[in-house]
Nanobody, 123 residues
Framework: QVQLVESGGGLVLAGGSLRLSCVAS????????MGWFRQAPGKEREFVAA????????YYADSVKGRFTISKDNAKNTGYLQMNSLKPEDTAVYFC????????????????WGQGTQVTVSS
């Protein structure tokens, strides 16, 4: 069992930056691949970024590529999502997720989820 807790969300002006954190507890976080997903009001949850267990491989949705950076500090049991050049369309609840099987863009592959943190970007 892995427990995930996100933090770092908030209200920011377009063009600004935020860094989300995802602290894991319960099992060895270093063994888990991690993903970030987001869900805007009235929309389905969508993939944002993923990172493999070691942090050596990353993958991004086209909509955030070049603006967002996913990382993982296994010594601190923490994952991060650095978000730069934020746009109003980035407004959503952001969730981190973890799984042992594979690094994936598919939310169904993830076994463990945080509660989410709200990111609001105003124009």
């Amino acid at each position: 069992q892995v427990q995930l807790v996100e933090s770092g969300g908030g209200l920011v002006l377009a063009g600004g930056s935020l860094r989300l954190s995802c602290v894991a507890s319960g099992r060895t976080f270093s063994a888990y691949h991690m993903g970030w997903f987001r869900q805007a009001p009235g929309k389905e949850r969508e993939f944002v970024a993923a990172i493999n267990w070691s942090g050596g491989t990353t993958y991004y949705a086209d909509s955030v590529k070049g603006r967002f950076t996913i990382s993982k500090d296994n010594a601190k049991n923490t994952g991060y999502l650095q978000m730069n050049s934020l746009k109003p369309e980035d407004t959503a609840v952001y969730f981190c997720a973890a799984n042992r099987a594979t690094m994936s863009t598919n939310s169904a592959m993830y076994s463990y989820w945080g509660q989410g943190t709200q990111v609001t970007v105003s124009s």
